[in-house]
């Protein structure tokens, strides 16, 4: 007997998307294996995390509320990817959209108008998160330095950093000690749908960000010079495109764009800058997922920023109702990245048995 | 006099763990393979080693656990990598992702549990007797001698022996390697099997030597800096030792500056700008020296492809 591993040729819709679901469910089924070690009825556990993520109406709207920042910081990064430039610091430049929005927030907030403020958050927030993206592409194209490795080390510095603003030079005065910064004044808060934790604005903005994104990259040069960079970096060379400009432009957007889920989070549910790890529980992160779970397409990255908002709010469930620590969702999440990177496999190839 | 000898000997110890994964690392990596998931298999291996030593009151038990944990989630990573041919970047975060799951839960019930036993300094007669270099070097625990000998039995099968022309040829030219009959994907699974193990010890020394207690995310980052760290040593584990030993100053330094009233999240910043630093002037040199990375790191090899 003879097994050979041979290319696939063209692939339906419908082979395609069924391939990425049985992953899924793979990925899920596998998943249950953890409550077992710690002796849990995996369908107790899941029903739980179902209620808790899509379930029911609170659920619904917690899961709503952490796909927001998922799906922006998402797009900046099927950016980055798609020029292959692998932007591990999301979670970085999402701290320090927020500390950039929190100075505006506390210095500007209480003599201006909720518009002007709130503006000038968001731009600064860009700002800020594009900078940081800033430092990891100019480290890159100038010293040739490895980006997971500089945008990781720039993760642990924003965090360090937000941990040192809010224990020291930030810390709010009427917060009884807590590391927390003031409560930013009513100017700088952005209004939410009632009963839930979702601002009408950055839910706007995430889903507008989709459809720019998909336009960007789809409609524009320098996306399309983004694709031809990341599919083929010497061609890209050769055919006079400048790798510089182009890995600073993506850089710019994908940090921006992390910077302004920073600045929905400070504004938008926390209204004040506190604990890192609190802002953003591993979005960066999590979020490298949605994108390929997604195949880097910007529209259906929305659908998958919901699945993982879910995944995120089961992380609390858990923690809550069965004992587990947060950080056990990280193991979900590799799992999943893992089986879509099987279902990329099934799609690209097919296993042959000759006797 | 004894101020110094107390930092180096921490720096001895500090320096230990990035040794060991950098050592793991340099062997996958000179096979082509790309393993970002030592964060997460340190992880892994840092609580299995402290939960196996205590139930089972023995260290060593803990260590040889730890070790197997480590080569054991690494061959997720070699599959995926290999077999189906997955990007290794996405792979070795995902399993650097698993990794500090499975730890952070198989860790819960251990948190702030004391470990009555672990490894302690064993002082080798003779040498430790000998001034100021003694007590820095050979007063330590017998995880800092098996490291140090690891790194110079590893340099010496990489360059010195068949086995390490296999290994680097695999990791520069697999179609020559291939063509010359030797099983690409079978020596690749090998090394980075061999990888893992290194990181699982790295992670037993933290628990089991370093620090005899388990919190979460008490690895710290050093998996990744030990992916620097591959850099830095031109994937040699001789040039690893003096990496590893000055990072693990940089992370004595830090305690050593807090009387000084630096504030504590600016201090923890430390060791990831000098990692940011040392890998600018790394990337002077190899400018320089044209020297450089394995030349077919991180690409999947397909037999019988062009």
Redesign the interface.
């Known amino acids: 007997m003879h097994i050979s591993i041979e290319k696939r040729g063209y692939v339906s819709k419908k082979y395609y998307t069924s391939v990425y679901l049985i992953s899924i469910f793979v990925a899920v089924i596998l998943s249950s294996f953890i409550f077992l070690l710690r002796g849990i009825n995996p369908f107790y556990a899941f029903s739980k995390i179902f209620q808790g993520s899509f379930g029911s109406p609170f659920g619904l709207k917690e899961t709503i509320a952490k796909a927001i920042p998922l799906l922006l910081i998402t797009e900046g990064l099927i950016v980055a990817f798609k020029g292959k430039f692998w932007n591990i610091g999301a979670n970085g430049q999402l701290l320090v959209g927020a500390t950039f929005a929190t100075w505006i927030a506390l210095n500007f907030g209480p003599y201006h108008s909720s518009i002007s403020t709130i503006t000038i958050m968001f731009l600064v927030g860009f700002l800020g998160g594009a900078l940081f993206g800033l430092i990891p592409a100019l480290l890159k194209v100038k010293l040739g330095i490895n980006e997971i490795i500089s945008t990781l080390m720039l993760n642990y510095i924003a965090e360090d950093f937000v941990e040192y603003l809010v224990y020291g030079p930030w810390k709010g005065k009427t917060q009884y000690g807590f590391p927390y910064t003031d409560n930013f004044p009513q100017s700088a808060t952005l209004a939410q749908i009632p009963g839930t934790r979702i601002s009408y604005i950055t839910l706007i903005i995430a889903l507008l960000s989709a459809v720019l994104i998909y336009l960007f990259i789809e409609k524009t040069k320098y996306g399309y010079e983004i694709k031809v960079t990341g599919e083929n970096p010497h061609a890209a060379r050769y055919s006079g495109i400048d790798f510089v400009k182009i890995t600073i432009i993506m850089m710019l957007i994908s940090g921006g764009l992390a910077g302004i889920a920073g600045v929905g989070e400070v504004a938008g549910i926390h209204r004040h800058l506190t604990y890192p790890a609190q802002i953003s529980s591993g979005y960066g992160y999590t979020a490298i997922i949605v994108a390929w779970l997604a195949q880097l397409n910007p529209i259906l990255a929305i659908v998958s920023a919901v699945f993982f908002g879910g995944i995120l709010v089961g992380g609390d469930v858990i923690q809550t109702s069965l004992g587990f620590p947060f950080s056990t969702i990280n193991a979900f999440n590799g799992l999943i990245l893992i089986f879509v990177m099987v279902g990329n496999f099934f799609t690209e190839y097919k296993i042959k048995i000759r006797r | 006099m004894d101020l110094i000898i107390s930092i180096l000997q921490r720096t001895m110890v500090a320096g230990t763990p990035l040794l060991l994964g950098t050592i793991g690392e340099i062997i996958t990596e000179r096979s082509g393979i790309l393993n970002?998931g030592i964060e997460?298999m340190m992880a892994l291996g840092a609580i299995i080693g402290f939960s196996v030593t205590y139930i089972t009151k023995n260290p060593t038990l803990g260590l040889i656990a730890a070790i197997l944990s480590g080569g054991i989630l690494s061959l997720?990573h070699a599959f995926?990598s290999i077999t189906?041919?997955?990007?290794q970047?996405?792979?070795g975060?995902?399993?650097?992702?698993?990794?500090?799951?499975?730890?952070?839960?198989?860790?819960?019930s251990y948190i702030g549990a004391p470990l009555s036993v672990r490894f302690s300094e064993v002082a080798i007669p003779g040498l430790s007797k000998i001034p100021f270099i003694g007590p820095i070097l050979f007063n330590r625990d017998p995880l800092f001698y098996i490291g140090i000998i690891l790194a110079v039995v590893s340099w010496f099968i990489l360059f010195k022996t068949r086995w390490g022309i296999i290994i680097r040829s695999v990791g520069e030219n697999p179609k020559a390697s291939d063509a010359l009959g030797i099983n690409v994907s079978l020596v690749r699974y090998l090394s980075t099997f061999i990888g893992g193990c290194f990181a699982g010890f790295a992670g037993a020394y933290l628990t089991l030597a370093y620090m005899p207690s388990w919190i979460?995310?008490m690895t710290g980052?050093r998996g990744?800096i030990v992916?620097?760290l591959t850099?830095f040593a031109q994937w040699d584990p001789l040039r690893a030792i003096l990496g590893a030993y000055l990072f693990g100053g940089v992370d004595v330094l830090q305690y050593i500056l807090q009387p000084l009233g630096i504030?504590v999240?600016?201090l923890?910043?430390t060791p990831?700008?000098v990692?940011?630093i040392v890998?600018?002037i790394t990337?002077?040199e190899?400018?320089r020296k044209h020297l450089g990375a394995p030349k077919s790191l991180g690409e999947p090899f397909i037999k019988g492809e062009k």
């Open positions: 970002l997460g997720l995926v189906i041919r997955g990007i970047t996405l792979s975060l995902a399993i650097a992702m698993i990794g500090i799951g499975l730890a952070g839960m198989l860790g819960k979460e995310g980052g990744w992916i620097a850099i504030p999240p600016i923890k910043m990831y700008f990692t940011i890998l600018i990337a002077r190899v400018m």
